[in-house]
């Protein structure tokens, strides 16, 4: 802290130097002047006299309150949209210094139970060891005693032995020993004296033994007569069985006998007529014969026998038996391995660890996450939840089978040769890009394209002077910077085209970004050279400020002027691109499963999925099973650029194809795999990693909608099906399409797709209210009766910027119009009448404008609002009129207010709606 003066002081502490002097004077410091210099320790001084002076003794702060704010951010919406939400948290903590005499006095009483707590414990050791004597003593006593009773009973029994048995005299003798012993031992030990606690404690632990002892013994008791019990039912089965055997072994003898006479008795009932069997049947009912009598009386034997079985088993007394419960319960906490991915959902968590999703719903609630049970969680919170209900975490990959793949293709080895360069060709709008690739390719593609320029990337392998190239034309317009970034990643050298007579645009910088970003050289193509006001250097000084600076200023870009008209500087630009190639020198594998990049895709009608693929490694052949995004498949035709059929593609080589089931991104990575199945299952992978990462966003969102439509009302939103020719210009689209919009309304994409527009579309439209928008698409013929029937709208577009000027113009017809007001008449009150039907009325004089009947008016006075109304009368002279004009005079009267006087204006506006735009 820098010394200062006592006027400086003062003035940082809001106090006036005279009394600022006089403290300190009072305070013992020789300060006489406001000049004088005060240090730090003279500082203190005063502080502690200022303290001392109001009453606090003590230097430090007995009560101290920390306040902790921490500021956190809440992003909502999307693109022009978004909006961040600033949710602080507060807290407040305060800490309290004891008096210095309490801390003492607490210490005192601990110390104090201490010193009483040690003194308990040693009289119960004591009382413990006297005990353990005492009852030593007891049992060496009654040992004596029992052993002298029974010497006695011996001797007593050897005299009387004729008269009685051996052990019958020497049992009363043991009992009085035996009694004896009891009482010495049920007789009171002498003990020292204790304390009050302690012979509770002691107390407390004799009746529990003794709870337990008799507990014991009685399990004990119950043990022993299960046991007799036992023994007596197995010896009267053991009698039963016996039984039996004997009846069976007296009945067999005459069973054996009258089985050997069953023919002759069968005989004898043959011959019998059966007229005869049957009256006798119906009349008295069948004899029975000797055969079956005796069967009858075996039968009665044993069915007795099974009927005492059964009623003895019946008759059987039942086993008391202790319940015990069954179930034990688990000594440890059982402890799991959760396996986690990059997320996991609730319910697959609350699985994993053997619980009820409702009660990890709410520990995640209890730590601040309102989830749902489908609702995925990161990582980091599932690891926390899991590690804090004290269960095990495993990391898997849930990328572990791609990962292998790309692995396997890797490991195969092939030979190295060198490979053509993929050149990329970016620039702004209208500067010449796809002109400058015709000339070189001698076709005429730009004449095709709709609103003279490119909105697919264009991929061609041209045969150069120089060698072969593979060029990449990329669109100009500022929606397809998606696009264009893509075509750097895959590309070796960037052409970035500049018009001469335009300069540097929005897009050229971006383009530059996007080359640096993927670390790929710059080769500059001033077109348009030949036209009337193209000024090179003026190119040259533009990108020179943003870091691109050529090779004659000292730089490493290399400029060509060129024309795509006339075709000057071609061969300079070739040779250009060929130098870099060889400087980067480019190799890549032959031999090998290829892999590379998707440069588009689409759906044709007749053929299917089309996707246009750039080989960068290995050989493409057809047949292959080829794993490129979500997508799969295997390939079934393949194309150059010229749309002829071939039957392999090797590196830097753009091919067209057929065979995957879906349309993949522009951008995605693709490789040849050997297992279909494998394929399969990565796709899938990918499609449901994609799915749940969507539903979290879309859970999110939702989440930060509704609360910024709370504060500002509901968003309006414009619903729109938009299908489109390839999957590019459809990312490109809803790009541009999410940043359209504020916080007042937004475009929602209902469906979007790739191909023509058919009859579900027209549905889905039809039932969430939404315009059908085909870029590059029409709709087929029951699609345009559908829409026809329930007035579906449908909107076609070949150019980006008119679908996305549309767009916006219908958003900004769906915007809420702005008030404003215009002033169209001023009236000076010159004098004030009473009437008794209106009250007060001024006469007043039209100073500018016109004064209205039916129009607001605010009244002023000395140029501040007082009233705000509107008019009750205006007349002029015994007339009313509609409206005064400048210049004239007329009298008014002003609604339910009285207080005119003379000197205020009336001014008199109205209220227009303008309508707003994005």
């Not at 999703?357 to 520990?363: F, H, N, T, V």
């Not at 689409?602 to 299917?608: A, M, P, Q, W, Y």
């Not at 299908?723 to 919009?741: M, N, T, Y």
């Not at 504020?742 to 475009?747: G, L, P, R």
Request: proline share 3%; charged share 35%; aromatic share 2%.
């Amino acid at each position: 802290m820098a010394e200062v003066t006592v006027s400086e002081l003062a003035k940082s502490v809001g106090a006036t130097e005279d009394r600022l002097l006089k403290q300190m004077k009072e305070a013992g410091l020789s300060h006489t002047s406001a000049d004088a210099v005060v240090s730090d320790e003279e500082k203190q001084v005063l502080l502690n006299f200022l303290k001392s002076s109001h009453g606090e003794q003590e230097a430090s702060p007995r009560k101290i309150t920390l306040k902790r704010k921490t500021t956190t951010t809440l992003k909502t919406g999307s693109g022009t949209g978004r909006k961040t939400v600033n949710v602080e948290v507060r807290k407040k903590r305060t800490y309290v210094k004891r008096p210095q005499e309490e801390q003492e006095a607490e210490t005192e009483e601990l110390q104090a139970a201490q010193a009483e707590l040690d003194k308990a414990l040693e009289e119960q050791a004591a009382l413990e060891k006297a005990r353990a004597e005492q009852a030593e003593r007891e049992r060496a006593e009654a040992e004596a005693e029992a052993k002298a009773a029974a010497e006695a009973a011996a001797a007593a029994a050897e005299q009387a032995a004729p008269a009685a048995e051996p052990e019958t005299p020497a049992e009363p003798e043991a009992e009085p020993a035996a009694e004896k012993a009891e009482e010495k031992k049920s007789e009171p030990a002498p003990q020292p004296v204790r304390s009050s606690y302690v012979d509770d404690i002691e107390a407390m632990r004799i009746a529990a033994m003794e709870r337990r002892k008799q507990q014991v013994e009685q399990e004990a008791r119950e043990l022993e007569e299960k046991k007799a019990r036992v023994e007596e039912e197995r010896a009267r089965v053991e009698q039963e069985k016996k039984e039996k055997s004997k009846a069976a072994e007296a009945v067999k003898p005459a069973l054996r006998r009258k089985l050997e006479t069953v023919p002759e008795e069968r005989a004898r009932d043959d011959d019998e007529p059966r007229k005869r069997r049957g009256r006798r049947g119906a009349k008295s009912g069948p004899k029975k014969s000797s055969k079956t009598s005796l069967y009858d009386q075996a039968l009665e034997v044993f069915e007795d026998e099974s009927e005492k079985r059964s009623t003895r088993s019946l008759s059987r007394p039942t086993l008391k038996i202790k319940p015990t419960h069954g179930f034990k319960r688990p000594t440890g906490k059982q402890v799991y391995e959760v396996q986690l991915g990059e997320t996991i959902t609730v319910g697959e968590l609350a699985k994993q660890m053997n619980i009820k999703a409702g009660e990890l719903i709410k520990r995640l609630m209890k730590m601040g996450e309102m989830v749902t049970i489908n609702q995925s969680l990161d990582r980091d919170t599932a690891q926390l939840i899991v590690e804090e209900m004290g269960h095990k975490v495993v990391y898997v990959s849930e990328t572990a089978l791609e990962d292998s793949l790309v692995a396997q293709a890797q490991q195969v080895e092939g030979k190295e040769v060198s490979r053509a360069p993929v050149v990329t060709v970016m620039g702004h709008v209208d500067h010449g890009k796809t002109s400058l690739l015709d000339y070189i390719r001698k076709t005429k593609v730009a004449s095709g394209e709709a609103g003279g320029i490119t909105q697919h990337i264009g991929a061609y392998r041209v045969k150069t002077s120089q060698g072969e190239v593979a060029f990449l034309d990329t669109p100009g317009h500022a929606a397809f910077t998606a696009m264009r970034a893509r075509g750097a990643k895959a590309t070796d050298v960037v052409i970035l085209v500049v018009a001469a007579d335009d300069g540097v645009m929005p897009q050229t910088e971006e383009a530059i970004t996007h080359a640096r970003a993927a670390g790929v050289p710059l080769v500059v193509a001033i077109n348009k050279c030949d036209k009337e006001g193209a000024d090179p250097d003026r190119v040259k000084n533009e990108l020179a400020a943003k870091d691109v600076i050529p090779e004659d200023w000292g730089g490493d870009t290399q400029f060509i002027n060129v024309s795509a008209h006339t075709g000057d500087g071609i061969d300079a630009l070739l040779e250009a691109v060929s130098l870099q190639a060889e400087m980067l020198e480019l190799k890549a594998k032959v031999d090998v499963p290829a892999t590379g990049v998707v440069i588009e895709s689409r759906l044709e009608k007749g053929r299917g999925v089309v996707a246009t693929l750039l080989v960068q490694n290995g050989e493409l052949k057809r047949g292959d099973i080829v794993l490129a995004g979500q997508s799969y498949g295997r390939v079934r035709a393949m194309t150059n650029e010229l749309g002829k059929q071939v039957k392999e593609a090797g590196p830097s080589t753009p091919v067209e194809l057929l065979g995957l089931d879906s349309t993949p991104d522009a951008g995605d990575e693709f490789l040849v795999v050997a297992d279909e199945r494998k394929a399969r299952e990565v796709a899938e992978q990918r499609a449901e990693k994609e799915r749940r990462e969507r539903m979290q966003r879309q859970q999110a969102a939702k989440l930060e909608n509704m609360f910024a439509d709370m504060e500002a009302g509901e968003r309006k939103v414009l619903p729109v099906v938009i299908k489109a020719d390839v999957r590019g210009s459809l990312e490109a689209i809803l790009s541009a399409l999410a940043d359209i919009g504020n916080e007042e309304v937004s475009v929602n994409v209902v469906s979007s797709g790739v191909g023509g527009i058919a009859e579900n579309d027209i549905n889905l439209a039809l039932t969430s209210g939404a315009i059908v928008i085909g870029f590059n698409t029409r709709a087929d013929v029951a699609a345009r009766k559908l829409a026809e029937q329930e007035a579906v709208e449908i909107r076609y577009y070949s150019v980006i910027y008119n679908l996305l000027d549309e767009v916006k113009q219908a958003l900004s017809g769906m915007l809420e119009p702005e008030l404003r007001e215009d002033i169209i008449g001023i009236a000076e009150v010159r004098d004030v009448f009473r009437s008794p039907k209106f009250g007060a009325v001024a006469g007043c004089m039209v100073t500018e404008g016109i004064v209205h009947r039916n129009k607001p008016i605010r009244v002023l006075r000395d140029n501040v609002v007082i009233y705000q109304g509107e008019l009750e009368s205006l007349r002029r002279f015994k007339d009313d009129v509609q409206e005064v004009r400048n210049g004239m005079e007329c009298g008014i009267g002003v609604k339910d207010y009285n207080d005119v006087k003379p000197g205020d204006q009336i001014e008199v506006y109205d209220i227009v709606k303008v309508a707003r735009e994005l």
